[in-house]
């Protein structure tokens, strides 16, 4: 090694110990987010049948004949959070004979983190215990906060509509939040809410054990893949997520904003259909 490569890297370490990160590179287990490869699932590009027809969510899919193959993306690099975490990450912890039950006694009458102190209900979750597929979103609304059940405003009747579309009913599937008490005024939670509540979304998770695991919007995806990129940069590509396959798309309330970014959303879900054996609900 040359004195001057000698001399950046130790001003290089000097600069990530001075920013904190020393514990971030001997506390955190390597990221368990990693791309699929396409060898390494060559199913989930084959085309999902019928999965052609447009939803019924969705004006704006495109058609696509039933023999074009869903389009091979290009895997993302996940960039690592640049934050350290105080200890050994919070999604490393198993509990012995979990269960949604035990999960919601734990969290309890939660004041954890201050979103305890403006909410009307604690939002845990809805759905088949035995999923094969969670959606995930970001926290409750307004009226998932009244109702204490997510996705039930106009954001979750759209999620609804793209459930049915995939030939299921909001009953066969798991749905829930990162934090599951209502941000005031709907902000974004912040990092610190997140990291108080996750581990109960991860154990969540860990219990259904669902083959797929879909998360709604940046803050879901982010938050399980460990990663602060954006979500355009991987969405729709496939990811392992504790022996789970996790696929990013873009949140509904997006699509209400931005309804032309329904295909897109569409043939993320048809890539879900297809790991799942689904066929769509057609239109009558
Ligand atoms: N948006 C979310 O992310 N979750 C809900 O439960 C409702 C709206």
């Known amino acids: 090694m040359t004195e001057n490569t000698r001399a950046d890297l130790e001003s290089w370490f000097r600069y990530a110990d001075e920013l904190g990160l020393g514990p ?6 390597a990221s368990k987010a990693f791309p699929l490869g396409q060898a390494a699932a060559p199913a989930l590009s084959a085309p999902a049948t019928s999965a052609a027809a447009s939803p019924q969510f969705s004006a704006a899919a495109p058609r696509r004949s039933p023999l074009s193959p869903l389009p091979a993306a290009a895997p993302a690099k996940l960039m690592p959070l640049i934050q350290s975490p105080a200890g050994p990450s ?5 509990i012995e004979n979990d269960s949604l039950e035990r999960i919601r006694a734990d969290i309890g009458d939660c004041t954890r983190c201050r979103l305890h102190k403006a909410r009307t209900n604690i939002v845990f979750g809805v759905g088949n215990p035995k999923a094969e597929l969670v959606f995930v979103g970001e926290g409750p609304g ?9 996705f039930v405003g106009r954001a979750g009747k759209l999620l609804t509509q793209m459930i049915e579309a995939m030939g299921l009913e909001r009953s066969d599937v798991y749905i829930c939040n990162v934090v599951k008490c209502r941000p005031p005024e709907n902000r974004l939670p912040e990092k610190d809410e997140i990291s108080t509540c996750s581990p109960f979304l991860a154990r969540q998770l ?48 997006y699509l209400l904003r931005n309804p032309a970014a329904k295909g897109e959303v569409w043939k993320d879900l048809q890539k879900v259909m297809s790991v799942l054996g689904l066929q769509p609900k057609l239109r009558h």
């Open 142 to 150: 307004h009226d998932e906060d009244i109702k204490g059940e997510p």
């Open 90 to 94: 919070l999604f490393e912890e198993r």
């Open 24 to 29: 971030y590179y001997r506390d955190r287990a």
């Open 206 to 253: 860990t219990v259904i054990n669902p083959k797929v695991v879909c998360c709604l919007g940046a803050c879901a995806a982010q938050t399980l893949l460990e990663t602060n990129q954006g979500i355009s940069r991987f969405r729709g590509e496939w990811f392992d997520y504790r022996g789970s396959k996790l696929i990013a798309t873009y949140h509904p309330a």
